[in-house]
Every structure is written in structure tokens, then in C-alpha cells.
């Protein structure tokens, strides 16, 4: 369908803002993705309309972004879903936006803007609401913002169909993590909602979301960053309750990121990505479109016989971070082979061809060189990848956790908050924005880097970072569980358990399986004795456990406050 199209279009760089600035015309900016079925029919029917593409050529400078490729660019003109069409000033202020237009709309789209363009020309700009302060709510993390956070998701909470919300209908995945340690009830409902609904019990992996509250209208693409999150909510459910069926779902979504989205990694013995496959080394591709609406009604012998839906063969690192991320969560608990097999891989290349000195490229291989490096989003799931890998596998990745963290807080601090990526590029991306979910879990996996190394600077930056939203607490949704779960972690301190075995060994694998997916182990540590665990909370700390049945119970006196101080 592209192939229709008869704009030409430019990249979002520079000489496209100078070429609209020499012109004196509006951008027309069109934001899509691979995976979005409503931009297909919108390249195939609207900009393939020849008066169409001429009154765009006549009169704008036309530019096309890809939302996975581009995320900061996504966040800042994003009209409410893809596509987003949106008119912007030569200084990437915004004019216009709206989302999916056929001929007509656009028409009437292109009309209005030129005579507001004829009348105030550059005036006819504005610039969105989140990127017109620096300032933040600022505010003092107290346990009120927990229970305001609970309260949220109480309130969201759909009694009748499941899940939060009415429509349309997403997954979750933060929010049903926050629910598991807090309101078990309400978290086994959301979670059965999402599996029976957007799981796809044919091809394994989740759905992206449903337009209606009965979850029916399911939109049938698979993103890489929303099945990780999701293996690993269901993963983590499975920790809690013990019920296999949470299991199960978990591991449907593994087969789906092990099969359909695994790309074996191409080498030659010089290390240059252009020859024979390496089975053991690879990663993820970022995502899957939807198929023929038609093949989701049939039985499994007419979906076996239909084509499989196209896959966005791009490498994202921070996506792949948070699938390896997953993998190792629902290894820990079941000891899945499989699991921690590509969990390695994938950690192999993103730490090779990911990740240099500290600083996350967002796409590995990127031969059209026109990804950002440095996003917040991508250096907070790496670090994350990297904790995690140590406290499951025991992987030697300290080092490499501080160099991210370092240079996360060098390049992208600004005062006490986070911005989303270098101040730099063209339209808006010059302008700060501070995300406030990204900055939450960047701040909880700070925390978790500072209990592993002894180094309170961490900690003390993180808490810097949760406070400065903290003014905004009773006014936050659904969205923003990650906040919630942060601020927790901070005010109650997370369980941690030390242990002086290697990973695998029974005192681990016991540690591992505590009911408490905000905790943090540790194996190889070597502040404890060998074949011992010390279990801690604060300064609260127990005796040392020798094997798994001592270990319960030290977790139940530090939980109760009666460990040694």
C-alpha cells in the first residue's frame, strides 16, 4: 500500500525544519507505525489521493516519523493515537491534530490550517501543555500517596467486565503489579480479565488492547515492550498466588517471544553483523502487525492456513531489556530453562552492540543511523535488565549497571527530575520533558542498584526524583502504578535477602520464591557466610538461614519487625 502513496516524504531532521522555515510553510507532520493497521489504510487511501498529495506538496513540508523508531518525537505530538496527523510551525509548534483523516477530512484539515497560516502566520502555533514549564509538583513522599494510588485503581476498577476503566480497554501491566502485594482481590480479577481476553490461545502472546469494555474490538497487534511487561505481571502473579493457570499464561507469552519475534543473531568471526546465524547469541524484534481480521474467527486449521502477520524486524535494546528482564523474573520462580536461555542471549547482544560506556543506542544496528541514544525509557529498562540479571543468574553486571545509571543521571538530570532524552533535535525535542512513570522505574531500579552496592548516592537521587512529583500524588490514575510502586519501595524498604551460595543452589532458589516480587536477592553476596542467608529489611535484619525452611522463617520475623537491628 505504501507503494501508493505520492507524497514525498521527509525525515524527521533538521533540513526538513529548514526547508519549511525558507518556504514559509506549516510541517505536515504524519506519525505511524508498523504494526498499525488504521495507517496502512490511510497511506492506501487518503495520501494516495492525487489532490490530496498535491495540495500537501503545494503548500506544506511533509514529514513522516515512526513512533517505535522515534519515541521522543511520539510523545511530544502524539493526537491521541496512530495515526497522528498533526500541522506544525516551522519552529515544530503545534497547529493541528488529529488522528486517522480520509480524503475528505483531510481536505478540510489542509483548508483550515492554510488560512489560518495566511492570517498569523508562525503566531498560529502553540506548544503542548507538558512541555511549556521546567517546573515540577514537587512534594514529600508519604504513605498517602500509596493509598491515593490504591485508592485510583479502586475507583478504575471494573467490577463487571474486569480490569480498569470502561473503554477503551488496556492491560495494565504496572498497576496490576502494584495491586498483587496490596489488594490481591482486585489484582486476581484484572488479571483473569487480561488473560481470558487479550491473550491469543492460538499463536501465544498478548493483544494490544480492546475498543470496548466487554473487551470485545480487540486490536490484534503484538508489541515486544507490552508482552515483556505482561510475561513478567504474570509471572509475578504466579509468585503470589501459586495458581498454575497464571503460570500457564506466562509461558504462552514466552513461546510467542521465543518463536515468532526471536531473531537469531547474524555473525561473521570478525564480529560484523552480516554473516552466518549464531544460534547463541540474538534478540527480539520489536513487534508484530495485525492479520486478516478474518483469520482471528476461524478454527485453528483456517488460522494454521493463513499467512502469518508481518514482524518489524528492528532491534529496539531498551524493548529487548525488558523482555530479558521478564524471561529471568519467570525463570527465578520455575527454573524454565528456556526462559533464562534467551534471557542470556538477548543480554549478550545488548550488552555488546547495545550499550557503549553507559549509554543505550534504542536501536541495535542501526543502519539508517537515524535513532536517538540516551532516552530515559531505554537507559531505566537496561539498568533494570541488568539488576535483574544479577540477582537471578548471577551474572557479572554491576559494572555495567553503574556505567548506565552514571551516565543516566550525567546526561539526562536536570534538577532533582529526569528528562526523557538529550535536549536536542529539531521542532520540540529541544524543549524537557519529564516522564513521570519512566522516572519512577528508574528510580526503583536505583534503589535496587544502591542495596546491591552499598552506594546510598543512588538511593538519595532516586528519592530526589519520586519527590519531585510528589505534589501531583492526589491527582494521579491508573497510568501511574509505577509511581505508587516506587514510593513504596522507598517509604517501607523492600525485603532483601543475601545469600552466600551460587544461583540455582536450594538456599536461592528458596529466596527466589518468597512471596514478593518487590524484593531483591542476592546470591554470591559476599558480606555473608558461605551456605547462609542473612534476610533484611532496613535495618531490621534476622539471623543468618541455613537452609530453605530457616529462611521462611527469617522472612517472617524481619516482616514482623522482630529480626536484630
Same mark, same amino acid.
Given at each position: ?267 561473521? !568471526?570478525?564480529?560484523? +553483523?552480516?554473516? /552466518? &546465524?549464531?544460534?547463541? $547469541?540474538?534478540?527480539? @524484534?520489536? *513487534?508484530?502487525?495485525?492479520? %486478516? ?79 536517538? !541514544?540516551?532516552?530515559? +525509557?531505554?537507559? /531505566? &529498562?537496561?539498568?533494570? $535488565?541488568?539488576?535483574? @540479571?544479577? *540477582?537471578?543468574?548471577?551474572? %557479572? ?169
Amino acid at each position: 500500500m505504501a507503494d501508493e502513496m505520492l507524497v514525498e516524504w521527509n525525515d524527521w531532521e533538521a533540513d526538513a525544519f529548514a526547508t519549511a522555515r525558507a518556504n514559509d510553510a506549516p510541517i505536515l507532520l504524519s506519525i505511524t507505525a508498523s504494526w498499525c493497521r488504521p495507517c496502512d489504510e490511510m497511506d492506501a487511501e487518503t495520501y494516495a489521493d492525487p489532490r490530496i498529495a498535491a495540495a500537501i506538496g503545494d503548500d506544506f513540508v511533509p514529514v513522516r516519523v515512526d513512533a517505535d523508531r522515534h519515541p521522543r518525537v511520539r510523545d511530544r505530538y502524539n493526537s491521541g493515537g496512530f495515526p497522528s496527523t498533526v500541522v506544525l510551525t516551522p519552529d515544530g509548534e503545534v497547529i493541528a491534530g488529529a488522528g486517522y483523516l480520509d480524503s475528505d477530512g483531510m481536505r478540510q484539515v489542509l483548508t483550515r490550517v492554510r488560512e489560518r497560516w495566511d492570517e498569523d502566520g508562525r503566531d498560529a502555533g502553540r506548544i503542548p501543555r507538558a512541555l511549556e514549564t521546567t517546573d515540577t509538583p514537587a512534594g514529600a513522599l508519604e504513605s498517602t500517596i500509596v493509598s491515593q494510588m490504591m485508592g485510583a485503581l479502586q475507583t478504575a476498577a471494573d467490577d463487571r467486565a474486569g480490569g480498569w476503566g470502561d473503554a477503551p480497554k488496556f492491560p495494565y501491566p504496572a498497576a496490576l503489579e502494584f495491586a498483587l502485594k496490596r489488594d490481591i482481590d482486585q489484582a486476581r480479577r484484572a488479571f483473569d480479565a487480561v488473560g481470558t481476553n487479550l491473550l491469543d490461545d492460538y499463536d501465544g502472546g498478548f493483544y494490544r488492547f480492546a475498543t470496548e469494555r466487554d473487551w470485545s474490538g480487540l486490536q490484534h497487534e503484538k508489541l515486544l515492550d507490552e508482552n515483556a511487561a505482561l510475561v513478567r505481571a504474570f509471572a509475578n502473579a504466579y509468585l503470589h498466588t501459586g495458581e498454575d493457570s497464571y503460570r500457564t499464561i506466562a509461558e504462552r507469552g514466552i513461546e510467542y517471544l521465543t518463536t515468532t519475534l526471536w531473531r537469531p543473531q547474524a555473525e561473521t !568471526t570478525d564480529g560484523a +553483523v552480516n554473516g /552466518t &546465524r549464531d544460534e547463541t $547469541a540474538g534478540a527480539f @524484534a520489536g *513487534s508484530q502487525a495485525p492479520g %486478516d481480521p478474518a483469520q482471528y474467527v476461524q478454527d485453528a486449521t483456517g488460522r494454521e492456513r493463513a499467512d502469518d502477520p508481518p514482524v518489524d524486524e528492528t532491534i529496539y535494546t531498551g524493548k529487548n531489556a525488558l523482555a530479558i528482564d521478564a524471561l529471568l523474573t519467570y525463570a527465578a520462580y520455575t527454573d524454565d530453562e528456556r526462559a533464562t536461555r534467551y534471557a542470556d542471549r538477548a543480554l549478550q547482544t545488548i550488552r555488546t552492540s547495545g550499550v557503549t560506556d553507559g549509554v543505550v543506542d534504542h536501536v541495535i544496528d542501526d543502519t539508517a543511523g537515524t535513532g536517538p !541514544t540516551c532516552t530515559l +525509557v531505554d537507559q /531505566t &529498562r537496561v539498568l533494570r $535488565a541488568l539488576v535483574t @540479571a544479577r *540477582s537471578v543468574v548471577g551474572t %557479572d553486571t554491576v559494572a555495567d549497571a553503574q556505567a548506565v545509571a552514571d551516565e543516566t543521571i550525567a546526561r539526562l538530570r536536570d534538577g532533582d527530575s529526569f528528562v526523557d532524552g538529550p535536549t536536542e533535535g529539531p521542532g520540540l525535542l529541544s524543549r524537557p520533558l519529564r516522564p513521570l512513570s519512566v522516572t519512577a522505574e528508574f528510580a526503583d531500579a536505583l534503589l535496587d542498584l544502591a542495596l546491591l552496592t552499598g552506594e546510598d548516592r543512588y538511593r538519595t537521587i532516586g528519592r530526589s526524583a519520586l519527590e519531585a512529583f510528589a505534589g501531583a500524588s492526589d491527582r494521579l490514575g491508573v497510568g501511574a502504578a509505577a509511581y505508587g510502586t516506587a514510593v513504596a519501595r522507598y517509604l517501607d524498604e523492600p525485603l532483601v535477602i543475601r545469600v552466600g551460595t551460587d544461583p540455582g543452589s536450594d538456599l536461592h532458589r528458596a529466596a527466589m520464591r518468597i512471596a514478593d516480587h518487590e524484593k531483591l536477592v542476592v546470591p554470591n553476596a559476599t558480606d555473608v557466610d558461605p551456605d547462609t542467608a542473612v534476610v533484611s529489611r532496613g535495618t531490621n535484619t534476622a539471623e543468618p538461614a541455613t537452609d530453605p525452611e530457616s529462611l521462611g522463617t527469617r522472612v517472617t520475623a524481619v516482616l514482623d519487625g522482630d529480626g536484630s537491628d
